[in-house]
């Protein structure tokens, strides 16, 4: 038998599995309900749905409970199951002017056609730490559940689809943002279906930025955002809410058939003006970021991240398309990193070897 | 097609022998039949998430997915060791999708999937290798940009690649490429072997077998076919060296000649040497094959 013994191994491994399912559950407090993760996390669930590529609240707290709350292992649960399930069928483009508005503001006007609305955000809220939710009960909770719900104006329908008009279509109508650009026959890309190659086109970089790790985002449109090439962005609109997912009918040619509604957070980040070749007057740019839940963080990160790929001269990290998108895939970085755990005694081994030739030489 | 058939059978619902789906295997293997056709090209391919991280072997591990039948019989190893902690997954992974046999023994196995080694003993042609890849592209030692490394590749510059040797032989006196170093295959494209160290690149060199490598995250899947010549990049003056074990042999099985690990005594602190193949070191243990008396090469 193999003398980094083979049973020691397995039993090595099994123990180390109980451990880690016995350090989630010694404290002996009542087992956390999937229900309660996709009711009162849901910023990580949306995170993880959107991380893990795949829409399913259930799932995604299923793998927040199973992952003992890590967002990284999580996705990277709920991505491994999502390769498992067949492809059924691709939808139709979701139609986000038709967005039942959670909320939508915008930077750019104070107000705007179809209005602000502000929704449920922790923006406005003092971030002082509130020790009364350390003895939230359930009566409390139902009590404040209770008088929400009696202030509410019942003739409101949150829920309607608001046919709004979008600011950036504001702005096109008095050209000062680009035309939208014909629409292409060509299927997307499918970045699930193949491996990127480069320069990737835009369906395929934003397909990789909804997919992509919050921090990861964060940190390189942080990093336009503090000049390492900056493109002067402002949030021309921002919108949370859920929008219908449709698929062409089977047999009716040109009918569709609504299978259900999905949460996104979209944004039009507006950046600084160029003159684009062939025209004679500058326009402002556009950056669109989109991703699955509600991750306003997220979708600005992205927002600036399409625009600052887009640059006509290059030169900052955040601008270049294969520096931005291969390293902020949480589930790829995050395995390649825990990678060097692994045994690495035979390329060590190899590296000695040069090292100690290298040192004697010189000796 | 009716929506039953589309949908995961209820109760009985079980993974797809060796896990990834047919569609899956059949893309990866069109994949590899071109890897095949262009020795040491590295082509693309899908790679979908496994249930095993990323870095982990993933790219091995597709490959082998997408080659294994119920007849074969397969041996998982890492680091040269069938008991390391990553082959012990990998193997239960498989076996659990699968049901093939396993061995230790190389001699035995039809399939070897391996993460940074190849057996002592060279692999025959009725065997595969499978080797996990970290990082496919040789050339990311000199730039970081996949689209000028692949445009460096069609078009055969390999300028500064060969700069960036000649500069570390005038700076450090010899060339510091260690594992994984850098191979031209077929006489054509200049390839990452895996990272297996520079001992195990002659058995590559016109081999029996086929090797294949998969680099899972990296989305690539490269070969080199048997009776395949794979150089590593050597000046005429300054000749390629495999790993120097002069005279030192292994503590357990008493064999020179076979790649070895510096071991620490937990105690005592004592250096030592042990086989880095485990199953090799093992069958010379039990009389099975005989000691390794002096180098093999290099």
């Known amino acids: 038998m193999g003398y980094v013994a083979v049973q020691g191994g397995i039993t090595a491994i099994e123990n180390s599995q109980k451990l880690n399912r016995y ?20 910023p990580l669930v949306d995170r993880v749905m959107s991380e893990g590529g795949l829409y399913s609240p259930f799932h995604a707290a299923l793998a927040i409970k199973q992952a003992s709350g890590d967002p990284i292992e999580a996705s990277f649960l709920l991505r491994a199951y999502r390769s498992t399930l067949r492809r059924l ?28 609305v ?13 020790f009364s939710l350390a003895e939230e009960t359930a009566e409390v909770q139902q009590e404040a559940v ?23 279509d504001m702005l096109r109508d008095q050209k000062l943002v680009p035309p939208v650009p014909p629409a292409s026959s060509a299927e997307p890309t499918d970045i699930t279906q193949e491996s990127a190659t480069f320069p990737l086109d835009r369906s395929g970089r934003l397909q990789m930025l909804a997919r992509a790790e919050t921090g990861g985002v964060l940190a390189l449109a942080y990093s336009s955002m503090r000049g390492y090439g900056s493109i002067h962005p402002t949030v021309g609109e921002l919108r949370v809410g859920r929008v219908s997912v449709q698929i062409p009918h089977p047999w009716r040619k040109g009918a569709a058939v609504t299978l259900g509604s999905v949460s996104l ?17 500058p326009t402002f740019t556009l950056g669109y970021g989109s991703c699955f839940g509600h991750n306003e963080v997220k979708a600005i990160s992205l927002g600036v991240l399409d625009r600052t790929m887009r640059s006509p001269t290059p030169h900052a990290p955040a601008e270049d398309q294969e520096f931005v998108l291969l390293h902020t895939d949480g589930v790829e970085a995050s395995g390649f990193c825990s990678h060097f755990k692994l045994p690495h005694y035979v390329t060590f081994q190899a590296d000695l070897d040069r090292l100690r030739a290298q040192r004697g030489a010189e000796e | 097609m009716t929506l039953k058939e589309l949908l995961p059978q209820g109760k009985g619902f079980r993974y797809n022998f060796a896990f ?36 982990w072997g993933t790219g091995g591990l597709q490959v082998t997915m997408s080659l294994i039948g119920p007849k074969d019989v397969l041996k998982i190893i890492d680091q040269g060791c069938d008991g390391s902690v990553n082959a012990v997954n990998l193997r239960k992974l498989l076996v659990a999708t699968t049901g093939v046999r396993t061995t230790f023994d190389s001699r035995e196995a039809t399939l070897l999937q391996s993460r940074h080694r190849l057996p002592e003993v060279p692999l025959r042609s009725d065997q595969i290798a499978v080797l996990q890849v970290p990082l496919p592209e040789p050339l990311r030692l000199v730039e970081p940009s996949e689209v000028e490394t692949r445009r460096m590749h069609s078009e055969g510059d390999y300028a500064r690649m060969w700069v960036s040797l000649y500069e570390d032989v005038v700076q450090n006196g010899s060339i510091s490429l260690t594992s994984g170093y850098p191979c031209r295959v077929h006489d054509s494209y200049i390839m990452s072997p895996s990272p297996l160290p520079r001992w195990d690149l002659p058995l590559l060199h016109d081999a029996e077998h086929l090797t294949l490598l998969g680099a899972g995250r990296e989305k690539r899947v490269y070969a080199v076919p048997p009776h395949t010549s794979v150089q590593p990049l050597e000046f005429d003056d300054m000749p390629f060296t495999v790993e120097n074990f002069f005279g030192m042999c292994c503590a357990r099985c008493g064999s020179s000649g076979t790649f070895l690990d510096e071991i620490y005594d937990e105690t005592t602190g004592q250096a030592s040497r042990v ?12 009389g099975a094959i005989p000691r390794r008396g002096r180098l093999a090469h290099g």
């Open chain 1, 23 to 42: 350090r989630r559950l010694q404290g002996q407090s009542a087992p956390l309900s999937v229900n309660q993760i996709m009711e009162q996390m849901g």
């Open chain 1, 89 to 116: 069928v691709d939808s139709l483009p979701v139609r986000n002017g038709e967005m039942r508005i959670l909320r939508r503001i915008s930077s750019a006007f104070k107000t705007i056609p179809g209005g602000q």
């Open chain 1, 118 to 130: 502000l929704g449920s955000t922790s923006d406005y809220e003092q971030r002082i730490l509130d």
């Open chain 1, 146 to 168: 209770r008088e929400f719900e009696a202030g509410l104006d019942n003739a409101a329908d949150p829920l309607k689809p608001a046919h709004f008009r979008k600011v950036v």
């Open chain 1, 265 to 281: 957070t979209e944004v039009e980040i507006v950046a600084s003006f160029q003159r684009a070749e062939g025209e004679e007057k």
């Open chain 2, 20 to 55: 990834i789906d047919e569609g899956v295997k059949k893309e990866v293997r069109r994949a590899l039949l071109k890897a095949v056709a262009l020795p040491g090209h590295q082509v693309p391919f899908a790679s979908p998430e496994l249930p095993i991280a990323r870095g």
């Open chain 2, 275 to 286: 086989c880095s193949d485990s199953g090799f070191c093992d069958l010379v243990r039990e």
